[in-house]
């Protein structure tokens, strides 16, 4: 999701899972070519498994950044062929690309041809109004005879004018049953799930027919959404992490981040969601979303929401 999930976003969620693969925001293949690699691709050894989405529609431009991303140490490069956004189309990126199946593939090619880690692309299952299965089932099987064996499927059509990307994740209908269907008619392949996804039961149901899911904005306004994941789908023994265990671990990170001259802010507004719907968690937000505190603040702000989360807790249970 761009300008969200970054790397301190990745971090702060790793906290909270062991086992869950993060990806990247979305990074342009054209801005690793020309512009500043490292400030694109770094990150920490911790966010491990991770993948670099990319943006791209130039099969050498893509094969260039997804053996940058390969070099620095991604676990899988992928393809993105479902962003609706007007911006991004303007540069042959992102849902566009569903319309050319035979370029996707050439792009994939490229990529895999220049990368030893999986190559995978994200996708819409429709454009526009176009609801007719033969469209997605045609582009998966062109896209998968280019060697991608693992597709992310939002289950929505992506308008591509008229409609905001917000609209686009909430006014196109959710059609479980695409996803469904491309794992029975292609049954080699692997289907992960996206799209509404944001309780566990619902989450628990697709993964009985996907082979996996992904979460968006349900995990970050809600991070502890994936305090289970380990313990449900990795077999992970140990108790999840406490939001005050996830909360204590963020504070060496933000010392050592401040140290670099990165603002806590940077760090903070990824957290805002950690006591989502719990008591406190109102205090909590208001602490760490204060612009002029943030400004000069360190690890002692985190601390300082973190007694405030308690102490407020306590007063409403006691109201």
Known sequence: MMDWTDRHCRFFLRRISRHARLYTEMVTAPALVHGDVPRHLDFDPE????????????????????????????DEINLNCGCPSERVQTGSFGACLMAEPALVADCVRAMRDAVPVPVTVKHRIGLDVNEDYGF?????????????????VHARNAVLKGLSPKENREVPRLRYEVVHRLKRDFPALAFVLNGGLATWPAIERELERADGVMLGRAAYH?????????????????????????????????AAQ???GVPLRSIARHMLGLYHGMPGGRRFRQILSDAARLKDAGPELLAEALTEVDRNAVEESDA
């Open 136 to 152: 997605v089932r045609d582009f998966v099987g062109t896209v998968a005879d280019a060697g991608c064996t693992v597709f992310i």
């Open 47 to 74: 966010e491990h498994p991770v993948a670099l989405q990319l943006g791209g529609s130039d099969p050498a431009s893509l094969a260039h950044a997804a053996r940058l991303g390969a070099r620095w140490g991604y």
């Open 258 to 260: 401040r140290a670099r």
């Open 222 to 254: 809600d991070p502890m959404i994936l305090a289970p994941v380990d313990a449900r789908i990795f077999g992970e023994t140990a108790n999840p992490p406490t939001r005050a265990d996830v909360l204590r671990t963020m504070m060496p990170y933000a």
